[in-house]
Nanobody, 118 residues
């Protein structure tokens, strides 16, 4: 049984920081890319960041570049999203997923809520 569990969300004032974690169990995903997505109320799910299986390559949506950092700990089978200088527009439910093939994600987690107040 494969399960991804996001954690670390919460409420923070604008300019604050949070670190999200995505812990995988049931399988090891060290050879697969991992991604973070978010969905705000009334909006479609949006790509946020991704990291390659080796951890050598990362990608970010323009709106979070310079503020968010994606990383992974292979030994712990865990992916992180360090978020700094948070803005109200970052408010959303954040999800992680496994990139089973190019641009194809599966094994979605249940999400963790991030709320940023002004």
């Amino acid at each position: 049984q494969v399960q991804l569990v996001e954690s670390g969300g919460g409420s923070v004032q604008a300019g604050g920081s949070l670190r999200l974690s995505c812990a995988a169990s049931g399988r090891t995903f060290s050879s697969y890319g991992m991604g973070w997505f978010r969905q705000a109320p009334g909006k479609e799910r949006e790509f946020v960041a991704a990291i390659s299986g080796s951890g050598s390559t990362t990608y970010y949506v323009d709106s979070v570049k310079g503020r968010f950092t994606i990383s992974r700990d292979v030994a712990k089978n865990t992916v992180y999203l360090q978020m700094q200088s948070l803005k109200p527009e970052d408010t959303a439910v954040y999800y992680c997923a496994v990139e089973l093939s190019d641009f194809t994600y599966d094994y979605w987690g249940q999400g963790t809520q991030v709320t940023v107040s002004s």
